[in-house]
């Protein structure tokens, strides 16, 4: 038995716990659930598996109130679960939060689905807050643009129409031929890097909804997803001195990864979701494509 073992249900417990203060704290939850789902999707090398714990632990450090185990649980009533898919429904309406209610929320759907006793009341509850505070972002969040909300697909020019999840995936990776760190200009943090691991996390939550049965869903994200595609390329040429032109190792299961522990929770929720997302490439095109995710990865902190 390992600690990783307890991480499906303190990573969906700790989401709906975090909602309260606001949808940024879900990801600490979701991490866990993303380094669950790592050790069961793959056969992971041993310090892969030591990685992901040690980081996992340092999340529980941090936030020991949301990580408690369950206490005084409810009756589960499975008919709940249409709470969570009516939130990511909203979600889907338009872009907002770099895709982060579909990356947080179908992390946790995928839990439920595999843990129905924990579709108790107060855990979909929180899922639900959660989920409509990812709902509303920062107008400016992108570079140049005063308003994205009101950025849509017939405003859009250089990235070519997708409609199914496969060409999505490759219109993802092409993308990562350019990573630039995050900065702070004139006072306002621009997340060049990190917008470009959101259109991967967001794309993978997309594959998983579709592979669920929710094509509706899916067909709307992926929409979305095109106009998150151009609005990541919105940066300024100066920022381009600092690009990311190789990574420190290939591989995401490299030992020089996974030896450290991180204070992003992305560290563990971007692996997963490309090595994912990478199975939606043709196996001649996955060595360039996992590469260049290491040029995030070697970024990461």
């Not at 697909?153 to 993308?175: L, N, R, W």
């Not at 996992?290 to 995030?296: G, P, R, S, Y």
């Amino acid at each position: 038995m390992r600690k990783l073992d307890d991480y499906l249900e303190l990573g969906v417990v700790a989401m709906a716990r975090a909602a309260e203060g606001g949808w940024f704290g879900g990801h600490y939850g979701a991490a866990l659930l993303a380094g669950y789902f790592m050790s069961r999707d793959y056969d992971l090398p041993e310090h892969v598996t030591d990685g992901i714990e040690r980081t996992c632990e340092s999340f529980r450090l941090l936030k020991p109130d949301w990580f408690m185990p369950l206490e005084n649980e409810e009756e589960a009533d499975p008919a709940l679960l249409e709470a969570v898919i009516a939130g990511l429904g909203e979600n889907v309406k338009r872009l907002s939060t770099s895709g982060h209610g579909l990356a947080l929320g179908v992390l946790a759907l995928r839990a439920l689905r595999e843990r129905p006793d924990l579709i108790q009341p107060r855990i979909i509850a929180g899922l639900v807050t959660l989920l409509k505070a990812t709902a509303v972002d920062r107008p400016n969040r992108y570079w140049g643009i005063a308003d994205y909300g009101m950025v849509t697909e017939e405003d859009i020019s250089g990235v070519p129409a997708y409609q199914t999840p496969a060409s999505m995936a490759k219109h993802t990776f092409a993308e990562l031929q350019t990573v630039i760190p995050n900065r702070v200009i004139e006072g306002q943090r621009y997340f060049f890097e990190g917008e470009v691991t959101h259109s991967i996390t967001h794309a993978d939550a997309l594959v998983n909804l579709d592979r669920f049965g929710y094509a509706d869903l899916t067909q709307a994200g992926i929409r979305n997803h095109r106009v998150q595609m151009y609005l990541n390329r919105q940066r300024p040429d100066f920022a381009l001195a600092d690009e990311v032109k190789e990574p420190a190792f290939t591989s995401i299961f490299s030992p020089l990864y996974w030896e450290k522990t991180y204070r992003d929770p992305h560290a563990l929720k971007l692996p997963y979701a490309a090595l994912a997302l990478l199975q939606q490439l043709p196996e001649e095109e996955r060595a360039e494509a996992e590469k260049n995710v290491c040029k995030i990865l070697t970024i990461t902190e």
